[in-house]
């Protein structure tokens, strides 16, 4: 998946850090990029405006969920597939993986998916205040570099901004097979007042929950024998101003 990374000062622009283009795509994949993504593409608003993302699907759904740096779109094609009755925003500026979603959203027939091909962090710029019910990371550029650690899309930057657009009592799902990318997504977000860990047990993230779906990169962690982790953090209700606590005793809990 892609990733870019997050400065924490708001006077400098985001840039962006990943691939855009892969392989030569067939021919039936390319065409989707020209009839399909256009019906399905998000335009954003001018700098400094926002929208309502419901309004993307009209009356047909209740909630909107996100999914940032989507890769194959194997599991947003699965969880849209599940819950036709939500709407689902994907972000993911690599183009074969947009047309890798394309394709599902076509052979599934999914009219609750929408498409921003481009840096998730302008998105989120642009999105309301607690507009998303669930917002997914799954398996993104872990950067494992000391020196590319900025690169990571979880930090100080998205951290807040996820939490201004999440529901009071939304959740934000992060996965990865990348130990010390767990460990920082740990100690970002449970520096963060808004979140709390949800896990109350080893098992808790050990698992993948089931209401997740296996994506491609995941599959190839458990088959090489990585383990992976499954983070859930619920967005507190915004009367809630106390520090938030670390459910259970901080990210030295978990151990590679």
């Given at each position: 998946?892609?990733?870019?990374?997050?400065?924490?000062?708001p006077?400098?622009?985001?840039?962006?850090?990943?691939?855009?283009?892969?392989?030569?795509?067939?021919?039936?994949?390319?065409?989707?990029?020209?009839?399909?993504?256009?019906r399905?593409?998000?335009?954003?608003?001018?700098e400094?405006?926002?929208?309502?993302?419901?309004?993307?699907?009209?009356?047909?759904?209740?909630?909107?969920?996100?999914?940032?740096?989507?890769?194959?779109?194997?599991?947003?094609?699965?969880?849209?597939?599940?819950?036709?009755?939500?709407?689902?925003i994907?972000?993911?500026?690599?183009?074969?993986?947009?047309?890798?979603?394309?394709?599902?959203?076509?052979?599934?027939?999914?009219?609750?998916?929408?498409?921003?091909?481009?840096?998730?962090?302008?998105?989120?710029?642009?999105?309301?205040?607690?507009?998303?019910?669930?917002?997914?990371?799954?398996?993104?550029?872990?950067?494992?570099?000391?020196?590319?650690?900025?690169?990571?899309?979880?930090?100080?930057?998205?951290?807040?901004?996820?939490?201004?657009?999440?529901?009071?009592?939304?959740?934000?799902?992060?996965?990865?097979?990348?130990?010390?990318?767990?460990?920082?997504?740990?100690?970002?977000?449970?520096?963060?007042?808004?979140?709390?860990?949800?896990?109350?047990?080893?098992?808790?993230?050990?698992?993948?929950?089931?209401?997740?779906?296996?994506?491609?990169?995941?599959?190839?962690?458990?088959t090489?024998?990585?383990?992976?982790?499954?983070?859930?953090?619920?967005?507190?209700?915004?009367?809630?101003?106390?520090?938030?606590?670390?459910?259970?005793?901080?990210?030295?809990?978990?151990?590679?």
């Amino acid at each position: 998946m892609s990733a870019a990374d997050g400065p924490s000062r708001p006077d400098v622009p985001p840039r962006f850090h990943g691939r855009r283009r892969g392989r030569r795509l067939r021919a039936g994949r390319g065409a989707l990029l020209t009839t399909l993504l256009p019906r399905l593409r998000i335009v954003l608003p001018p700098e400094g405006s926002t929208f309502d993302p419901h309004a993307l699907f009209g009356d047909t759904v209740g909630d909107v969920w996100l999914e940032v740096g989507f890769g194959a779109g194997e599991h947003l094609a699965a969880q849209a597939a599940a819950h036709p009755d939500v709407g689902f925003i994907g972000c993911e500026p690599y183009v074969n993986g947009v047309a890798s979603l394309l394709a599902q959203v076509k052979e599934r027939e999914l009219a609750n998916v929408r498409v921003f091909d481009d840096d998730a962090r302008r998105l989120l710029a642009a999105l309301p205040d607690a507009s998303i019910g669930r917002v997914f990371v799954l398996f993104s550029d872990p950067w494992p570099k000391k020196r590319h650690n900025d690169r990571r899309f979880i930090g100080p930057a998205t951290r807040t901004a996820l939490a201004r657009v999440l529901n009071d009592g939304g959740e934000l799902c992060f996965a990865s097979d990348q130990m010390e990318y767990v460990r920082w997504t740990l100690e970002h977000l449970t520096a963060e007042p808004s979140f709390a860990w949800s896990a109350r047990e080893a098992a808790d993230w050990r698992h993948r929950p089931a209401d997740w779906f296996e994506t491609r990169y995941e599959a190839k962690a458990l088959t090489r024998g990585a383990p992976c982790s499954y983070l859930r953090f619920r967005r507190r209700p915004r009367r809630e101003t106390a520090k938030n606590p670390c459910a259970i005793g901080g990210s030295d809990y978990i151990r590679g």
